[in-house]
């Protein structure tokens, strides 16, 4: 049975691959990225299960907007990360918002 915490884990390692390969934010050690990716994938979850009661493309940016920031506030929260502003940061965090949205609709059994 696929659930939140299930959700959770997935953005996490899923995250923390991606960032690990293409290395779109900058962070000083393995277990900084780690954290990273679980705290971000935490929030993610968050505002993907609360952005279902929004109407269907406003529910979408709210994810795609949290993630955003969630990136952001990792930068503030966290020490060794570095995030300047990319091509391959917006595409790669808009893509991990849309895979959000869809495992959010996984889980309703809307897919």
Known sequence: MYNLFTQWLTLGVIFFMANYALNFIEVVTLGGLVAGSFLLAA?????????????KFTG???????????????????????VELSGLLLVSLILYSALAIFIGKFLDGEV
């Not at 929030?43 to 109407?55: I, V």
């Not at 979408?60 to 952001?72: D, H, M, N, P, Y």
């Open 43 to 55: 929030w993610t979850t968050l505002a993907e299960h609360l952005a279902r009661k929004l109407p």
């Open 60 to 82: 979408k940016s709210a994810v795609c907007a949290a993630v955003l920031l969630g990136v952001q506030g990792l930068c503030a929260v966290l020490p060794g990360y570095k």
